[in-house]
Every structure is written in structure tokens, then in C-alpha cells.
């Protein structure tokens, strides 16, 4: 046969080829486009083409796992403003008790449009712009307070005076970029900054990550060098951090490792994709002992570090054990960025091999999450956290400090959390996803797949690596011993409510009671830092 014929041939081959292929693709599409048609055109009421196609999708995603979702346009916007950490408006944390109520403000976030116009907690949102918000929905009042960074927007708040009454005040506020800390502090200075070591023993520094952005490791990173390793101990704390990026939790745990593991993603069938490795160089100092705190609300990110510097013997683990979201999300962007589909694409391995995804019909005994070192599970009653809540918000947001109760009550309903962000944050999917994509260029893996080391192996005696406490490298704590046996005990003397009870063992009782009394307000933080100090104490003693 001439080459040009068979030339010829070849040529209709991949032709077709490509065409079947794409007939597959759009056939699919064609039958949703088909019934989509069939409504508009015959169903008995009219019908919003937008919001049949967004059903549609949710209705392919919905047989999907928890985790994957479709981003419609105003919810992807929302979204990348959390993944950045930045947002335009006027700085303020809202909430809306009653529907039929205005929307109130919780407070102005610190150094904010919101708070050098005057702003203040309890203030109902009347007017925007000579519009009445005062029956307005929280999205709606939302929407009208976002605009582009150096425009203005005129409000009008009801503000309650001293004897019960209201009063009127009119304000001019100037839009700028607002910017969302993700590292925080144990409480702020007189000028506001944050002070990053315990108020009640400053040699113990204390850092708390609300979430993994786009931001967070450089945050991180400056905070460490401002400490400068001048500590004898440090607390990371995790709770109620839903995750983020799957990069920042990697740069993070690496701050801490000089080797090992840091997490492993495969992919279907189980195929390794890619193997993070830490190297020597870190920000914390191998001799300086650490603690990480997680809660049932530390998910995605914060189990990548937890379980990083727990299997590598860095750090004891304090608190209860960890939501137990293994998996990997990638954004897929659709109407070319305006919406996006957020797919599980992978699944996320610590550095014993396991996976920390807990399954739809997974028990408690069942292998998920992150579990507290043994003798450090220590839970806290609903008025303990509570009252942490407070603190937290308190040293956040140094406006609430001058609350009365029932101005707190008035202010405070749920969910007004660090999630709900005013105008531009929409309440935050719990657990955020440990996303992918958004992985800047690594120049040290070079595109090149890492091998992932052997296994650590489980503890011999329980076959639970989980249960292990012999640990690898250097900065590792000392666990005391404990000279009460590890039954589950009822704790009512934390807590004065004897209605509120919780079980913990006699090891974790003995380590919070021996922890600073000072910190008797978070029993989590007082077991780990009576250990870090206790590690130190028994390290100075050793000859």
C-alpha cells in the first residue's frame, strides 16, 4: 500500500476516533441539556434556566462523596476570598438572631474601615446606601456592603444608649481589602499586636493556626522568626481549625521535622501520587519540646500536621481526637472561573501508611483521625468551651471586652464565629478541604515523585500505631508516669455544673492536675504544658 494511502487511512482513524470520543462526552450533555429544555418549555409554573442547570449539577455531585460540591457563582466567590484571606468590604463581623430583626454587628475587626468609622458591637444596621436593610435577610445587607477597595458606603445603625433607649448614627466608611489572620496569639498588647507566648508563663509560646490559606505559612514564618526559638517549649494549637491547604499544612509540619514523612496522596486504585518529605532545615529548634492541641473540630490540614509530628515522635498530641477527614479535593473551574466543581481526587496518607478518612459507616473504635497521645484525651465540658470561646473571641476582637452579659447575649447568637465573616465569608463548610490545586511551584521536588519510607510500625503489643509512643528524634517529650490506673472516670470537679460530665481517664486527670493551675480554664492546654515543663524539668536533671 502507498504511504500515502495508508497516511490517508491513519488520519480517518484518529479522526473518527476523536469524534466518538466527543460524541460520548456531549451525548451526556445533551440529555441534560434535552430535559433541561423539556421543563423550561413544558413545566405548569415558570422556572429559572440558572437555577435548573445548579440543581442538576448538585444533582450529579450529590452521589458523590460528602466532600465534592458545586460552587455556584456567589459561594465560589465567597470561597476563594477564604482560600486568600482577603476580602473587600468594610471589616466587620456580623450576625442576624431573627430574620425579622436587622442584622447586628458583632464587632469591627481590628484595624478596620468598620472601626476607625466608629462602628460598634450591638449596632443594628438600618440603612446602606439610603436603601432600608432593616428587614433584610444577613446575605442580602452582606451583598450591599462589598464593593471595590476605596469606594464608600453610607450607613445608618440604631445604637442602644446606657438607659435602654436607641439613637441614630449616620457614617460615611470607605471600603478597603481586608485582610483575615490566620495565626494568632494567647492575647494582644497594648497596641493590639499579638503576643505569641502564655500571659501566665511567657517562657511557653503559643500559637494558634484558625486555618491553612493562602497566607498562612508566611504568617507562621514570621511569627517563628520573631520568636526567634527564645522559648523553652511551644503549643500549637489546632482546635477548631476546619483545614485549607494542603501545601500550607506541608510547609507547616516542615517547620518543625528535620526528616520524615511529612503526608503521602494516592490516588485511585490506590497509586502514589506524591510524597512530602521534610528536610533539615527548620524554625523550631529540635530541642525545643512541643504540643499540638486538636478537638473533633481539627480537620483535613490540621490532621496532616498532627499526625506528621506525632508519627515522627516531635510533638505529644493534647485534646480529643480529630474529625477524621482523609482526603484531597481539587477546584475545577466552570463558566470559564465563574463557578467551579470541588472534587475528591485523592486520598491523603500520614506517616505510619494510614489513612485518616473516617467512612460513612465508621465507629468509634474504628482506625480515623487523630488520637490524642495516650494520657492526653482530655475533654472539656460545654461550659469550658464556652468559656474558651469567649476568651478566644475576647483577645480576637479586643471591642468585646467591654460587653456586659446580656450586650453579649444580644450579640453573641450562634453561629457568630471567625467562619462567618460579614459580607464577603459565607459560614465555612465544616471541614474546610486540604485543596490541591492550589500548590504553588515546589523547586525542591522538581516534579519529581518522592519514595515514601517504610511504614513506622504499630506498636507491638496492640498492633495500633496509634497507640505508640516510642519516639524517633530529638525535642521529644518525656510522657510521665502515671501512678493512676487508665480507667474511665465521671470528672465533675472541673466544672460546677455536675449536669455536665465528662469521661476521662485517671492518667489524663493526673496530667491536667498536674498542669499550671492558671490554665484550669482549658484543661487540654494544662495537660500539655505541664508536660512540656515537666520534659524540661526532667531534661535539666539528666546529666
Known sequence: MPSRNFNIILFAFVIS????????????????GEAIDLIERHYVDPIDREQLLTSAILGVVGDLDEHSSYFAVDAYESFQDSMHQEFAGIGILVSQQDETQPVRVITPLVGSPA???????????????????????????????????????????AREDGQQTMSVQRMTVRRATIELESVVGDHRDTDNRWVYR???NPAVAYVRLKSFGEKTVRELEAVLAELDNDF????????????????????????????????????????????????PDVLV???????????????????????????????????????????????????????????????????????????????EDDDWGVRPTKGFDVPMTPSQLRTLAVRWDQASYPLLTDLDDRQWMQINSPPATDAELNE?????????????????????????????????????????????????????????NANHTDRQIEDRSVDSDASQTTSISGQAKQNVELGPTDLDYDPPLRAAVGALLRSLDENRATP
Open 232 to 279: 523553652e517549649a511551644l503549643v500549637l494549637d489546632l482546635r477548631d481549625n476546619g483545614g485549607g491547604l494542603l501545601y500550607a499544612a506541608r510547609d507547616v509540619a516542615n517547620m518543625f521535622l528535620t526528616e520524615g514523612t511529612i503526608v503521602s496522596t494516592r490516588t485511585r486504585g490506590g497509586k502514589l501520587e506524591k510524597a512530602y518529605n521534610a528536610d
Open 115 to 157: 472601626l476607625r468609622a466608629g462602628l460598634l458591637p450591638g449596632d443594628k444596621i438600618i440603612r446602606v446606601n439610603g436603601v432600608d436593610v432593616s428587614a433584610m435577610k444577613l446575605p442580602d445587607v452582606s451583598n450591599r456592603l462589598k464593593g471595590p477597595p476605596g469606594t464608600t458606603v453610607d450607613l445608618v445603625v
Open 17 to 32: 476516533w476523536a469524534c466518538h470520543v466527543q460524541y460520548r462526552k456531549m451525548r451526556t450533555a445533551s440529555i441534560v
Open 285 to 363: 529548634a529540635p530541642d525545643r519540646p512541643v504540643a499540638v492541641l486538636i478537638n473533633g473540630n481539627s480537620a483535613s490540614a490540621s490532621e496532616i500536621v498532627a499526625a506528621s509530628l506525632k508519627d515522627n515522635g516531635r510533638a505529644i498530641i493534647a485534646g480529643t481526637r480529630s474529625y477524621g477527614k482523609g482526603t484531597v479535593q481539587e477546584i475545577k473551574p466552570l463558566q470559564y472561573g465563574r463557578s467551579a466543581l470541588r472534587l475528591t481526587v485523592a486520598k491523603y496518607y500520614r506517616p505510619n501508611n494510614r489513612n485518616i478518612h473516617r467512612g460513612a459507616d465508621a465507629g
Open 424 to 480: 464577603a465569608i459565607v459560614p465555612a463548610i465544616e471541614p474546610v478541604p486540604a485543596i490541591e490545586t492550589a500548590d504553588p511551584p515546589a523547586p525542591e521536588n522538581d516534579g519529581r515523585r518522592e519514595e515514601i519510607p517504610d511504614a513506622l510500625d504499630p506498636d507491638p503489643a496492640t498492633g495500633d500505631a496509634e497507640a505508640s509512643e516510642t519516639p524517633p528524634n530529638s525535642g521529644t517529650i518525656a510522657l510521665p
Open 198 to 200: 502564655l500571659k501566665s
